[in-house]
């Protein structure tokens, strides 16, 4: 808890930090509390109003799958998708080595600087067919 939440929160505290407040400041205080107070219960209300409304619907629609004769499990099959599948990456189709270390290419996207510079020396993409 932060320092301001401890102290109003303790009543001795509480009291030690207003000691030196007047008492149109103490009231002006009680006033401001006061209105959130009221209107956090007022947010409470609505997120309970909400809630049983929610619930109703909820209520009612499982009423209406019974009169059907449908369950839960029945919707899930048919709404409910499988994800996805990944591909596998693609297996490098060029290869070349430099300084000692291979530098591969699928042959998709953008071209390597290595490969395009032996290209521009003359050389063949054949020539780095794995």
């Known amino acids: ?16 930090a207003v000691k030196e407040l007047s008492i149109e400041d103490l009231q002006e205080l009680a006033v401001k509390l006061d209105k959130v107070i009221s209107e956090r219960s ?18 009612e629609i499982r009423k209406q ?11 899930g099959a048919s709404t409910v998708k499988p994800a996805p599948k990944k591909r596998a990456p693609r297996p490098a189709k060029y290869t070349i080595d430099v300084n000692g270390e291979a530098v591969n290419w699928t042959g998709q996207g953008r071209m390597p600087t290595v490969f395009k510079s032996q290209l521009d020396q003359g050389r ?5 067919l794995i």
């Open 1 to 16: 808890m932060s320092d301001f939440l401890e102290i109003l929160t303790h009543g001795r505290r509480f009291k030690a």
């Open 42 to 59: 007022s947010q409470v209300e609505a997120e309970a109003e909400a809630t049983a409304e929610r619930n109703a619907k909820i209520d």
């Open 65 to 75: 799958m019974e009169a059907v004769g449908l369950s839960i499990d029945d919707l």
């Open 124 to 128: 063949s993409m054949d020539d780095f």
